[in-house]
């Protein structure tokens, strides 16, 4: 059964503390891996697309990274404003377009 | 541009009423997924519809129930609502192809009371 699991659940850091969250998956066949953001009452806002081993990807304080069994989202010099629930999913290869299967989401606290 | 509408933001119903929610997806998209949000089970996948055809459908019983039509905007009907309906329901529009990033739009919340 294809699932995806996201450690930790929650994690408070210090502004300026460096921090990785961890998404692992077992899927049939990836087709895509999805890091989305999510603050209170509303939808998840997209981050990145990863779509095979090794892949590497950044936008501004986020980088993530892919392998065959896992992603890792990591947060270099947080600021209060990263702070937000972190959404991981994968999308299976064999012909479930449309279907995201998500973790349950890491919530990321960052203190001034 | 717009991003993925949906209509109405927020929603009280009673137990065994019929729902009807609305999903205007971006301009261009013709795949629209439907997704149920719980604090307990998280993100799960609805129905998917491309073309005004379901394409995909995830393990929820015959009372939720979808359609597109044919401008791609979507809804979704839930009928006999139960209390544990209660929930964020999201819709994500994407082109459809195999290499498609999916936008959410800001969901309903409905509650069942």
């Known amino acids: 059964e294809d699932q995806v699991t996201q450690s930790p659940e929650a994690l408070r850091l210090q502004e300026g503390e460096s921090s990785s969250l961890n998404c692992s998956y077992t899927v049939s066949g990836l087709r895509g891996l999805f890091w989305y953001r999510q603050d209170p009452g509303k939808g998840p806002e997209f981050l990145f697309t990863?779509?095979?081993a090794g892949e590497e990807k950044e936008k501004e304080r986020l980088k993530a990274t892919l392998t065959k069994k896992e992603s890792f989202l990591h947060i270099t010099a947080p600021k209060p404003e990263d702070s937000a629930t972190y959404l991981c999913?994968?999308?299976?290869?064999?012909?479930?377009?449309?279907?995201?299967?998500f973790g349950q989401g890491t919530t990321l606290q960052v203190k001034p | 541009k717009a991003g993925v509408t949906q209509t109405p933001r927020y929603l009280i119903k009673t137990r065994g009423q019929q729902v009807t929610l609305s999903c205007s997806p971006i301009s261009g998209h013709r795949s629209v997924s439907w997704y149920q949000q719980t604090p307990g089970q998280g993100l799960q996948f609805l129905f998917e519809y491309f073309s005004e055809t379901q394409r995909n459908k995830g393990n929820f019983p015959g009372r939720f129930s979808g359609r597109q039509f044919s401008n791609s905007r979507s809804e979704m009907n839930v009928s006999t609502l139960e209390l544990g309906d209660s929930a964020l329901y999201l819709c994500?529009?994407?082109?459809?192809?195999?290499?498609?990033?999916?936008?959410f739009g800001s969901g309903t919340r409905l509650t069942v009371v």
């Open positions: 994500a529009s994407s082109l459809g192809d195999a290499d498609g990033g999916y936008t």
């Open positions: 990863l779509y095979s």
């Open positions: 999913a994968v999308q299976a290869a064999s012909g479930n377009t449309g279907k995201l299967i």
